[in-house]
């Protein structure tokens, strides 16, 4: 009877949603310990300019090594703590993580490019950022402008003028600020417009939308001539395939991030790729002629 499959669809849709709260329960319970003890660890991702395949930058994205639950990526567990407000312990971590990365590097006289990190909307509205960073900074002993920031696109529409007056005062600082995932729903090209920030990434979106035609192209050609009118950078996020790389070279897109030329990866990883990216004649001296 229709009756008994509603009971049997509602029997099923509460097991799932008790399910999904035991789950919820469980990661809040685990957090402030997983934190504590060391469970978060930051991934970085190369960001390279396209014209000469120089790695220029690096992304710093969150995972949980999990005990029970091995490695999870944020999707996970970010829209989680950014409901309940943890996201702002979780992410002062983070940075102050990326910045013990940049200074060992200058410690042990390493090659070094900026670490992007990622600011949420709650970092924003709910801590003195300029105040927290600035000290952060200072404690590692470096230059503000070694830390890029990434706000996303959609953190902009709620209190314009908060974020404005935020951003405003970061730069003055010597931050530099990213709009992160711009195209992917809120943004319009009036907020671009009001927004004092200094490189523009282009959501994967973007890049990835299929079927490629024409007017996608013409899209993405028009959002990165306006970005450069705007005296702003462009990195596009999200770049899988060589034929995504030259339609973006084509259209004028400096700068790229994606998986073609390299995931996320532990920090000892990342510090051999970048070694290799401007000092790599250091380490393949010694090799025998022909072995590369
Ligand atoms: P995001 O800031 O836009 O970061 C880029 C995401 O795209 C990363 O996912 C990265 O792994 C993924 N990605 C990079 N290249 C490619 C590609 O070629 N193809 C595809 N399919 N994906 C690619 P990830 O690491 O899973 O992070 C997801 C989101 O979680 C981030 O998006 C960011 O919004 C958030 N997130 C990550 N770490 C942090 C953090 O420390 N703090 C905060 N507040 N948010 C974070
Ligand atoms: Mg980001
Ligand atoms: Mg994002
Ligand atoms: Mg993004």
Not at 2 to 15: M, N, P, S, V
Not at 240 to 258: K, P
């Amino acid at each position: 009877s229709i009756k008994g499959q509603y009971k049997k669809y509602f029997a099923c849709y509460d097991d799932v949603l008790r399910r999904r709260l035991l789950l919820e329960q469980e990661i809040v319970d685990g957090m402030e310990p997983a934190l504590a003890a060391g469970q978060f660890e930051i991934y970085l991702q190369p960001k390279y300019r396209i014209a000469d395949r120089q790695m220029v930058g690096a992304e710093a994205l969150v995972r949980w090594n999990h005990p029970k639950w091995g490695l999870q990526s944020p999707a996970a567990f970010i829209p989680l703590f950014e409901r309940n407000g943890f996201i702002t312990g979780l992410d002062q971590y983070v940075w102050d993580r990326a910045c013990a990365v940049l200074r060992d590097w200058r410690e042990r006289g390493l090659p070094s490019v900026p670490i992007s990190v990622n600011v949420s909307r709650a970092d924003i509205y709910n801590m003195d950022l300029a105040g927290i960073l600035t000290g952060l900074l200072q404690r590692h002993g470096l230059p503000p402008s070694s830390l890029h920031l990434e706000i996303t696109e959609s953190a902009y529409t709620e209190n314009p003028q908060q974020i404005i007056d935020t951003v405003s005062q970061l730069r003055r600082l010597g931050f530099v600020i990213e709009m992160d995932d711009f195209g992917s729903g809120y943004s319009s090209l009036h907020m671009l417009h009001k927004m004092p920030v200094d490189i523009l990434k282009l959501d994967m979106k973007f890049i990835q939308s299929e079927p490629v035609t024409p007017v996608n192209q013409e899209i993405m050609k028009f959002v990165i001539n306006l970005a450069h009118l705007m005296k702003l950078g462009v990195v596009a996020e999200g770049v899988e395939t060589a034929e995504q790389l030259e339609r973006l070279r084509v259209i004028g897109c400096e700068c790229v991030q994606g998986y073609y030329f390299a995931q996320p990866m532990p920090v000892g990883e990342f510090e051999r790729l970048l070694a290799e990216n401007t000092g790599g004649r250091e380490l393949r001296r010694g090799y025998p002629a022909g072995i590369q």
